[in-house]
Nanobody, 122 residues
């Protein structure tokens, strides 16, 4: 199970911190990712992480403003969103795969999804 929190409304240039708490399976050996779905667009990958070896991959266009972090002790990971723009408005999801991924940017690779959290930038 993935439980998200932290979305909300901010003005352009502001920041938000999203969190995703994992339960029911091994955090360390689960491939984690954050995706977003902007209005009228397909779900896109923001960052993918394998906690067991620390491998982290970002979407190039978002790496400068969005940052992944984690607290292994609480099985929780975070997505820091900085310098937000109105075009970042959408629903943000955390996702997990317990069987590994071949292409972290493909939503079909993940069997577990958070409920989504709305981010609105005005």
């Amino acid at each position: 199970q993935l439980v998200e929190s932290g979305g909300g409304s901010v003005q352009a240039g502001g920041s938000l911190r999203l969190s995703c708490r994992v339960s029911g399976y091994s955090y360390i050996r689960t491939y984690m990712a954050w995706f977003r779905q902007l209005p009228g667009k397909e779900r896109e990958g923001i960052v993918g992480v394998y906690p067991a070896n620390g491998r982290t991959e970002y979407a190039k266009s978002l790496k400068a403003r969005f940052t992944f972090s984690q607290d292994i002790a609480t099985d929780t990971h975070f997505l820091q969103l900085d310098s937000l723009e109105p075009d970042d408005t959408g629903i943000y999801y955390c996702a997990a795969s317990t069987s590994g991924v071949r292409d972290w940017t493909r939503p079909a690779e993940y069997e577990y999804w958070g409920q989504g959290t709305q981010v609105t930038v005005s």
